[in-house]
């Protein structure tokens, strides 16, 4: 069975700070990783995908990937209230997902 | 540009009734595929749907069922509906079936059995 785990949280961090949201797969073979972020009662959207090993970053947002160690993490700076939410991590095409992480960023 | 559209928005059905769910992908896109969506977990993967044929299908039982069509919109049917079947359905698309291929979510279905 291939699996996505995620700390399903809740993590709590004040504004401004850096969130770490981590995340790992069993499926060596994955190729694709993919976040979005889920606010409650809407669906999924996409924040950043990353496909090589490393970081890589976009805007306040950092994913970081490590196939050796089947992991993947994202990281938010200068986190803001309007990031509370619930952030998936998904993978390869058929997009496995986590059961993601609730994220509440106080003010 | 049209982004990822699905109806009904949300619906109320009894057990052991049928189930017929509609999307239609963004703008260029041929690419279609279906999860559900429990409270307070990650979407599961139902199937995929690309040239009009089923792709990849997840640990769903033939109770799932989908059609696409030749404008490359898709339905999802479920028969037989269990209680368990209530959930957020959730229809993605995208450009073909790469496994970098990024997806966009619909709104969703919000479906309620009783």
């Known amino acids: 069975q291939k699996e996505v785990e995620q700390n399903s949280g809740p993590l709590s961090v004040p504004e401004g700070a850096i969130a770490s949201l981590n995340c790992t797969y069993s499926?060596?073979?994955?190729?694709?990783f993919f976040w979005y972020r889920q606010y409650s009662g809407k669906s999924p959207e996409l924040i950043m995908f990353?496909?090589?090993?490393g970081d890589k970053e976009d805007g306040r947002f950092t994913a970081q990937l490590n196939k050796a160690s089947q992991y993947v993490s994202l990281l938010i700076r200068d986190s803001q209230p309007s990031d509370s939410a619930t952030y998936l991590c998904?993978?390869?095409?058929?997009?496995?997902f986590g059961a993601g992480t609730r994220l509440t960023v106080k003010p | 540009d049209a982004g990822v559209t699905q109806s009904p928005t949300h619906l109320i059905k009894t057990r052991g009734q049928q189930v017929t769910l509609r999307c239609s992908p963004k703008?260029?896109?041929?690419?279609v595929s279906w999860y559900q969506q429990a409270l307070g977990q990650g979407p599961q993967f139902i199937f995929q749907?690309?040239?009009?044929?089923?792709?990849q299908r997840g640990n769903f039982p033939d109770r799932f069922s989908g059609h696409q069509f030749p404008n490359y919109s898709s339905e999802l049917n479920v028969n037989a509906l269990l209680l368990g079947d209530s959930a957020l359905y959730l229809c993605?698309?995208?450009?073909?079936?790469?496994?970098?291929?990024?997806?966009?979510f619909g709104e969703g279905s919000w479906l309620t059995v009783v």
């Open positions: 993605a698309s995208s450009l073909g079936t790469g496994h970098g291929n990024t997806i966009y």
């Open positions: 499926d060596r073979g994955s190729q694709s």
């Open positions: 990353i496909y090589s090993n």
């Open positions: 998904a993978v390869n095409n058929d997009m496995r």
């Open positions: 703008s260029g896109h041929d690419t």
């Open positions: 749907y690309y040239e009009e044929e089923e792709r």
